[in-house]
């Protein structure tokens, strides 16, 4: 009985070692909490009075002044970048003009640059009429103000998200830029065309833009021959939308980005007024916010109400980037 037994023991111990140990489960992937956006003390009571003077400007020619004012102050050199006049030769500007624009707005694969190389010569030949181009090469030398590609990015110059008030600063920007960069030149502001941006059409009215640039050569008012060009193509939207949420969960709430703000301090007798202010959008869906500062308006259903200021800043964006597609507002 007890080999026997001792046999049974050894049996065991045998099966016991040749059985792999159960795997634990695998460990649930962490859960993202909900960025918080802070409140920026103290609650401003009384708006801020506008770096220039808007007094006596209707709303289109507000708006340009404003942002006229944060470009020339702007010390970013990309931001300086797209309100001046770069000197460039006559054929870097007919045969590559890819190269005249910046790193950062250029395609990453070769592929695409390729394409840009190529359909870039044709947008030379659309908004730079043939008599100007024949100059240009007699010269051999041009300045060239270059558009930002796919439009203006209000969002990383001005902190307003690109599609607020359904994407109109985006003109107002492209109008602020071309004016700077104009005066840069000791040239008396020139109107872009609504259709500035137009990119399904042959792009006539750049090239309308640039037959006034080069009258103004002929008559001598400039040295240089001044061009526009807008490298634009295959455009895609861009932005994150997120949930703005509060703890205890709002009522009501509108948000206001401060470049607007600004501008409504000084035209408006009560910039808080969604009523006198009109670009207070009221946050019923996800929405795109940039990095900047906000005011916002908030009501909660026990009746309290507060007003007051929050920015978005570099950690909040990097996480809308990442993914994260809800921001708890810490207002209360």
């Known amino acids: 009985m007890a080999r026997a037994l001792l046999g049974l023991i050894v049996v065991l111990a045998l099966t016991a070692c040749g059985r792999e140990e159960p795997k634990p489960p695998p460990a649930p992937p962490p859960v993202k909490s909900a960025p918080h956006v802070k409140e920026v003390p103290p609650q401003a009571e009384a708006p801020p009075p506008p770096p220039v003077d808007l007094a006596g400007l209707d709303e289109d020619a507000a708006l340009v002044a404003l942002m006229k004012h944060e470009v020339t102050t702007d010390d970013d050199t990309d931001q ?10 006559a054929d870097t500007l007919l045969a590559k003009p890819v190269a005249l624009l910046p790193d950062y707005l250029k395609p990453s694969d070769a592929e695409a640059t390729a394409e840009l190389a190529q359909s870039s010569l044709q947008l030379v ?9 024949e100059a240009i090469r007699a010269m051999g030398k041009v300045k060239v103000l270059v558009a930002e590609s796919c439009g203006a990015d209000v969002g990383a110059a001005l902190g307003i998200p690109n599609d607020y008030d ?10 602020a830029r071309f004016e700077v960069a104009l005066e840069r030149e000791k040239v008396k502001p020139l109107a872009l065309p609504a259709d500035f941006r137009d990119l399904e059409g042959d792009r006539e009215s750049i090239a309308a833009i640039n037959q006034q640039l080069f009258d103004l050569h002929k008559s ?3 040295k240089d021959i001044l061009v526009v060009i807008d490298l634009s193509g295959g455009c895609t ?11 205890p969960p709002y009522e009501g709430l509108r948000i206001l980005p401060e470049f607007y703000f600004t501008v409504c301090a000084k ?12 670009w207070w959008e009221t946050v019923t869906q996800p929405l795109t916010l940039d990095q900047g500062t906000y005011y916002y308006l908030a009501k ?14 570099e950690l909040v964006t990097e ?3 990442e993914g994260q597609d809800t921001l708890t507002l810490d207002i209360r």
Do not use: H, N
């Not at 030949?125 to 100007?132: G, K, L, N, R, Y």
């Not at 359904?166 to 109008?175: C, K, L």
């Not at 009746?303 to 800043?313: A, H, N, S, T, Y």
């Open 319 to 321: 996480a809308v980037e």
């Open 166 to 175: 359904e994407g109109s600063a985006q003109q107002y920007m492209d109008q």
């Open 80 to 89: 300086q970048a797209l309100a001046r006049f770069a000197p460039a030769d």
């Open 237 to 247: 939207a861009e932005g994150r939308p997120v949930t703005l949420v509060t703890e």
């Open 300 to 313: 909660w259903p026990d009746g309290l109400e507060k007003r007051g200021r929050f920015v978005i800043d």
């Open 125 to 133: 030949e659309q908004q730079v009429p043939a008599d100007i181009r």
């Open 267 to 278: 035209r408006a007798e009560d910039a808080w007024s969604p009523e006198q202010c009109r």
């Open 220 to 222: 001598g008012k400039t």
